[in-house]
């Protein structure tokens, strides 16, 4: 493990750090609108340390603070979790030989670390840059995530700093430059025309789950064109 903090250079800890403070941003916003809508200072940070991911845990509370029920709580969030399926392929020898460095390099691997990591072209700093951002992004959302929950007891409505909209903010930002590709942006278009069509009509967390939809209209699409 030594070897790994002294590969890390200075470019790299310092993209590392700009990571990890977006991070704290967006768990600040969580931990501030899950206690705004009812929950408990502690319940948002037990989710971050078990869940550790912000898109899932986001959804969820969404979810249950719309009226949803826990099982489609928990469902939408294993099905946008499902891709670390084949994040786990493409980094696998990144985490380690030994089952402790599997087991805890696989909490840590969202879509930063993913991205960190395949971004490197040499072994040893692919696995400097994943297990840095790893544990940069899990301190820095966890302190946040508790900090959010104090200041939105405090405050009481996230809206009055701007808490609300950091994380959708931040999910548009990273979502844009996928868009440029036109069966990206045709099944995101799709899933959302779905997802909105949907909600007047069916519970909560229903919509998310069937804006899959688009997804499989690409699928469909490029099977036709192949044929």
């Not at 899932?56 to 939408?76: E, T």
């Not at 909600?199 to 229903?206: E, I, R």
């Amino acid at each position: 493990m030594r070897s790994i903090w002294r590969t890390l250079d200075p470019r790299l800890l310092r993209d590392v750090s700009a990571v990890a403070a977006g991070a704290a941003v967006n768990g600040a916003s969580f931990g501030a609108i899950s206690v705004a809508v009812g929950l408990p200072w502690w319940m948002p940070l037990v989710m971050s340390v078990l869940v550790f991911g912000g898109g899932s845990q986001f959804m969820a509370v969404g979810i249950v603070a719309a009226g949803g029920s826990p099982a489609a709580a928990v469902l939408a969030g294993l099905v946008l979790n499902a891709r670390h399926l084949p994040f786990g392929l493409a980094v696998g020898d990144v985490l380690g030989r030994s089952w402790a460095a599997r087991l805890v390099g696989s909490h840590l691997m969202i879509d930063e670390t993913v991205a960190f990591a395949l971004a490197q072209r040499d072994p040893a700093r692919a696995r400097a840059a994943y297990w840095s951002c790893g544990v940069a992004l899990f301190f820095a959302w966890n302190i946040a995530v508790v900090g959010g929950a104090l200041a939105g007891q405090a405050i009481g409505d996230p809206a009055t700093f701007g808490l609300d909209a950091a994380f959708p903010a931040a999910m548009l930002a990273l979502v844009l430059p996928a868009l440029k590709d036109r069966a990206t942006l045709r099944a995101a278009v799709v899933g959302a025309v779905i997802a909105l069509a949907t909600t007047p009509f069916l519970p909560p967390g229903v919509p998310v789950l069937l804006a899959l939809g688009g997804l499989v209209a690409t699928i469909r699409r490029r099977s036709e064109v192949a044929v």
